[in-house]
Nanobody, 124 residues
Framework: VQLQASGGGLVQAGGSLRLSCAASVRTISNYVVGWFRQAPGLERDFVAA????????YYADSMKGRFTISKDNAKATVYLQMNSLQPEDTAVYYCAAGRGIGVQITDAAYFSSWGQGTQVTVSS
């Protein structure tokens, strides 16, 4: 699965951005698609994920209420709507697809395919 992330940019604190993750194949329905983020010098952290078939969504605790993950079946695209952005949300955001077995969905090891990342910068 090839993934193309887009939608990053510079936004002021309190603002919003919507990230997109377009998948190259229609078989994306067999996968879980997730978003991770990595700030300079820090580990890659789980943000959110969506199970294509089950319509289940998962969020890191700090994102609940601010971020919303959704999908468009026809476009094979997953979106991450980010509201009330804060400077600490500044990071490169990556989308990923996977169907790991025996691994937590919040673990990067669950995901086998990764997009190239899109930079999100939130100014104070």
């Amino acid at each position: 699965v090839q993934l193309q992330a887009s939608g990053g940019g510079l936004v002021q604190a309190g603002g919003s951005l919507r990230l997109s993750c377009a998948a190259s194949v229609r078989t994306i329905s067999n996968y879980v698609v997730g978003w991770f983020r990595q700030a300079p010098g820090l580990e890659r952290d789980f943000v959110a994920a969506i199970s294509w078939r089950a319509l289940s969504t998962y969020y890191a605790d700090s994102m609940k209420g601010r971020f919303t993950i959704s999908k468009d079946n026809a476009k094979a695209t997953v979106y991450l709507q980010m509201n009330s952005l804060q400077p600490e949300d500044t990071a490169v955001y990556y989308c990923a697809a996977g169907r790991g077995i025996g691994v937590q969905i919040t673990d990067a090891a669950y995901f086998s395919s990764w997009g190239q990342g899109t930079q999100v910068t939130v100014s104070s």
